[in-house]
């Protein structure tokens, strides 16, 4: 008999099956709409098919992309509203960001953070602290303050009573691509290697393995609960400090397709 957990998973299958083929019905031809929908969704025309047929039960990110476009959604606040329950419930459980009312979770915002370093790099430093006209300034100059008047223009910096910046209501639910391409930038800006011989001031670590089956999935799970403890330390305002610190989680194949 299926546990609680492995019902809902079957009910979240079967509502993305069906809302596939409901988009698909829409095209004469299935093969041209399939295509179509992989790209706008940016999703590969095989994990569809995966999905279709009932093989594969979608992450909460491959959700997002596929309901963004099913939904016509442009922002992910606006998407959990208008989501079947049993989608939405998937999409809070396996989201690290808390979903509230108070902020919206833009695409387009996701665009500006991988076009533009200034917006990238002032995004992150915001969401761990004030951050001030000063600083943006130096590090970035003329083109540096043409970014914060933008950020403060589409509402993603709020400006504080002392005149520094933070986050402001529209924000970024990044998904892979963009958490790849946004990591790659910020791991080059501030990991420091020659801080690893200081106890107390980062850590670092590369392993590759020939793995089985199993011991694959075992890493992927374990990857997952360390990101998952991380967000929720920082969940405790206790918890929250001086420190601007940044933490990046991946595993991967290194031979996709072979064997």
Known sequence: MNTTSEFEQDLLKDQVTHDLEKALVQFKDEKIG???????????????????????RPGYQTLYKIYR???????????????PEVVANAL????????????????????????DRAFLEIYFLAGTGPVTKEFVSYRFGEHGMETLKKML?????????????VLGKNQAN???????NCALHLLNRFIRPEATDTNGENFMGIYAEGLNE????????IDEEAYKKKIELT???EN??????????????MNPGMN
């Open 69 to 83: 476009i099913l939904l016509n959604a442009n922002n992910d606040t606006q998407l959990m509203e208008m989501a």
């Open 92 to 115: 809070k459980k396996g989201n690290p960001k808390t979903i509230s009312s108070d902020i919206i979770f833009s695409v387009d915002i996701e665009e500006e953070l991988q076009k």
């Open 34 to 56: 399939l295509r179509l929908l992989s790209n706008k969704m940016k999703v590969h025309e095989k994990t569809l098919k995966r999905i279709l047929a009932g093989e594969n």
């Open 153 to 165: 223009k589409l509402a993603v910096l709020d400006v504080q009573k002392d005149g520094t910046f």
């Open 240 to 253: 929250h400090g001086h420190i601007r610190a940044i933490t990046f989680v991946s595993t991967d194949k």
């Open 214 to 221: 199993k011991a694959y999935n075992e890493w992927l799970k």
């Open 235 to 237: 969940r405790n305002k």
């Open 174 to 180: 990044l998904g892979p691509e963009a958490i790849k």
